[in-house]
């Protein structure tokens, strides 16, 4: 098996239209996140259905609230079965601390945000944050780390710099991934699989390059084949 493990985002409309596609896929991929547009649409179904086909689910739902609500929010993430979750570290301390403490209670694996991808540096000072993206983005990764989750999503290119403050079991989930050749879309600092790979990505997450792919089955095939040719 890979070191490097493919997620496949369901960034779709309609339950129909995730199911056709991962049936279409088959046995080429055993993982899928679903974010909050499929899941505020078709909900716990979803997962379930997936789970049903032998799927493993990162449940991308992003818990931002109050300790005892985002406990109780991993909680139910566990029990409907999805493998993964995830939740904002700047929540602080005591709402990671209550998290970790749920998602072990179910073995869900619990991983954090750090800084939104979508801020920048005058972004984050009119919201009262004067370190860099990159400088919050570390101390939320200790933070997340202290609390007892397993990793945190980022860049790839943060991967570097988070395994060494972090240590090389704390998790690194990777977007913004894009095999030679795809179109880059919105996604700006992109890489390849392989250098994903290379970086010591433990999962990389890729959207658009498998969902709108001619053959999705052989788009997700072709990326594990090039995160297995650099082990
Ligand atoms: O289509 P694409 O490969 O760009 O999809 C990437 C997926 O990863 C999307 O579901 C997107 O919301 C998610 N994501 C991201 N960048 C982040 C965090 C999550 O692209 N920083």
């Known amino acids: 098996m890979n070191k490097t493990q493919l997620i496949a985002a369901l960034d779709l409309d309609s339950a129909e239209a995730a199911f056709a596609l991962v049936d279409r896929i088959g046995a080429a991929l055993q993982w899928y996140k679903v974010g909050k547009q499929l899941f505020t649409m078709n ?16 449940l991308d739902l992003k818990y931002h609230d109050i300790p005892n609500t985002v406990a109780q929010a991993v909680r139910a993430a566990g029990a409907l079965g999805a493998d993964m979750v995830n939740v ?4 602080g301390s005591t709402m990671l601390n209550a998290a970790a403490k749920a998602a072990s209670e179910t073995g869900v694996c619990l991983i954090a945000v750090t800084v939104l991808t979508s801020l920048d540096a005058q972004e984050m000072t009119a919201i009262g944050i004067s370190s860099s993206p990159a400088e919050q983005a570390l101390r939320l990764a200790r933070l997340s780390q202290q609390a ?3 990793g945190v999503v980022c860049s790839a290119h943060e991967i570097k710099t ?8 704390f998790l690194t989930v990777a977007p913004g991934i894009r095999p030679a050749g795809s179109a880059a879309g919105d996604q700006k600092r992109i890489m390849t699989p ?5 970086a010591g990505a433990d999962f990389i997450v890729v959207g658009r390059p498998i969902l709108a792919a001619e053959n999705p089955a052989l788009a997700a095939q072709k990326i594990q084949e090039e995160l297995g040719s650099i082990l």
């Open 148 to 150: 007892g989750l397993a």
């Open 88 to 91: 904002h570290a700047s929540g």
């Open 43 to 58: 909900g716990p179904e979803l997962v379930r259905g997936l789970k049903k086909r032998g799927k493993k689910v990162f």
């Open 194 to 198: 392989a250098q994903a790979a290379k």
């Open 162 to 169: 988070i395994k060494e403050a972090c240590g090389k079991s």
